[in-house]
């Protein structure tokens, strides 16, 4: 007997005790209900909370480079003696504009054969008018006549060939004249030559590299883990070290669907105008990749989420009298939102102005 009435003494004190604690929370979220003055209604800023791919980030590094078809290498064909150089690293240089006058024995060889074709041409010209005359004297057949003829064409074809060769190699008073076949800037110059310096054309190399660059190249390495992130015609953001306020926009335009064996890492290319010349090769950048994962999750804006305690919160709006924080859970932000993954159903609206007053005024 006295054990049934301790039993039911300590269901009556646990009820009692229930009772109480239901009682404070009510209470306490009974305290914890607001209305929102006019003012604050006035000035509300909400967004709805919505199901959508989750987006993510991928960061690169890179340079910009010249466009490979846009830019050329400017060798001399003959070896000789560099007299003058005319262009240094960094000019503007126009089509046909002098870059190195340079002396050679091919060009003084090439030269002698100019002036002895021009001495063959007029030594068949004057056979030519003997022959012909002769004929019309009965003292030559029709067949020297002929002959003087064909050495006549051959004579203006040797002509003409070394003419042409003279114009390639812009040869004058035995000297070589390099110039430029496009305009651009120099983005590169052998820094083995000089003035008054011999060079070997096969051993020396290329004198000048010579980029158009209205439109720049942005080359950038994606290690082997990311490469099933990226695709053609992903939206990037390209931020560079002279510019850190300015983004330039633009998309994967190519990509080198080959792995560096030295870095493990494929390039792709973005293709960017270059306005104002501010894009420089060489100069390093990073590019910011943004792409849909394979996954839906709840997302509301960043900027509504207020963190406090080690916790996120929100604040969900139904009308004036019913606004309440409620602690959410983020899975990751990402380009100015936060997708949640417990906490938040699709459609509930969430305030994104004066939230931060609101929740101090709740938990007050």
């Keep these: 007997m006295k054990t049934t009435k301790t039993i039911f003494s300590i269901l009556f004190v646990t009820s009692i005790v229930v009772s109480c604690t239901k009682k404070e929370e009510a209470a306490k979220a009974e305290n914890t209900k607001l209305e929102l003055s006019e003012q604050t209604k006035n000035e509300l800023s909400l967004a709805p909370a919505v199901i959508e791919n989750v987006q993510n980030t991928l960061v690169l590094t890179g340079k910009v480079m010249p466009f490979e078809e846009r830019q050329v290498k400017v060798s001399p064909l003959v070896d000789g003696i560099i007299e003058k150089l005319s262009a240094n690293l960094g000019d503007y240089v126009h089509k046909g504009q002098l870059l190195a006058i340079v002396r050679s024995t ?25 022959q012909q005359d002769l004929f019309k004297a009965g003292l030559a057949s029709e067949k020297d006549v002929t002959l003087a003829e064909n050495e006549l064409l051959k004579a203006k074809g040797m002509l003409q060939r070394a003419n042409d ?9 035995s000297l070589y004249t390099l110039k430029t076949p496009i305009s651009g800037y120099i983005v590169e110059k052998n820094s083995n030559i000089s003035d008054k310096m011999a060079y070997h054309e096969g051993e020396t190399g290329s004198f000048f590299t010579i980029a158009d660059l209205s439109d720049v190249q942005i080359v950038a390495n994606v290690y082997e883990s990311d490469i099933a992130k990226i695709k053609l015609g992903f939206p990037v953001k390209v931020t560079l070290i002279a510019y850190p306020d300015k983004v330039f926009t633009g998309k994967i335009d190519k990509i080198i669907n080959a792995l560096d064996p030295q870095t493990r890492t494929m390039s792709v290319r973005i293709n960017l105008k270059n306005q104002g010349n501010e894009l420089k090769p060489e100069m390093f950048a990073k590019i910011t990749v943004d792409f849909n994962q394979n996954k839906k999750m709840v997302s509301i804006p960043a900027e509504a989420v207020i963190f406090d305690k080690n916790k996120n919160y929100v604040i969900v709006y139904k009308d004036a009298k019913n606004v309440a924080a409620r602690e959410v859970q983020i899975a990751q932000t990402t380009n100015g939102k936060s997708y949640i993954f417990k906490g938040l159903e699709e459609g509930e609206q969430v305030m994104l102005k004066n939230q931060l007053m609101i929740y101090n005024a709740l938990n007050n």
């Design 106 to 130: 091919d060009v003084a060889d090439l030269e002698s054969q100019t002036i002895s074709s021009k001495s063959d041409l007029l030594s068949a010209q004057k056979s030519l008018q003997v």
């Design 165 to 173: 060769v003279s114009g390639i190699y812009g040869v004058k008073n």
